[in-house]
């Protein structure tokens, strides 16, 4: 009577801890599909974040070949020499440190060591 007591209690030990294992099992299940969909949502924003990105890349990198496309054929002058075409030239004026507008390069390095 005593070994057919503790065979059921064993039993009984037996089917709860099937049940707890069953319920685990469900859980990370739950918690691997929650993972996956906050993975995927990521991805998402990832990808949409590259696209923004791109197109704000593309706009500025246009925004410069037409600024580039006006301003470097430069003007003729009296002489009929080109003015305003390399850093060098008299008439093209480059931001100092300070923001102040040096006459060309060379009086730009002088603003800027001093």
Do not use: F
């Not at 070994?3 to 099992?25: F, I, N, Q, S, Y």
């Not at 075409?85 to 060309?104: E, F, T, W, Y």
């Amino acid at each position: 009577m005593a070994g057919k007591t503790r065979l059921r209690a064993k039993d009984d030990e037996l089917k709860m801890l099937k049940a707890r294992l069953v319920l685990r099992e469900k859980r990370l299940q739950d918690e691997s599909r929650r993972r996956a969909q906050e993975i995927e949502k990521v991805r998402h924003q990832v990808a949409e974040e590259v696209q923004a990105a791109r197109a704000r890349y593309d706009a500025e990198r246009e925004s410069a070949r037409e600024g580039i496309g006006q301003t470097a054929g430069g003007t003729r002058g009296p002489t009929g020499s080109r003015e305003g075409i390399g850093p060098r030239s008299a008439g093209h004026r480059v931001p100092n440190a300070l923001g102040h507008r040096a006459r060309n390069v060379s009086s730009w390095k002088r603003a800027c060591a001093r």
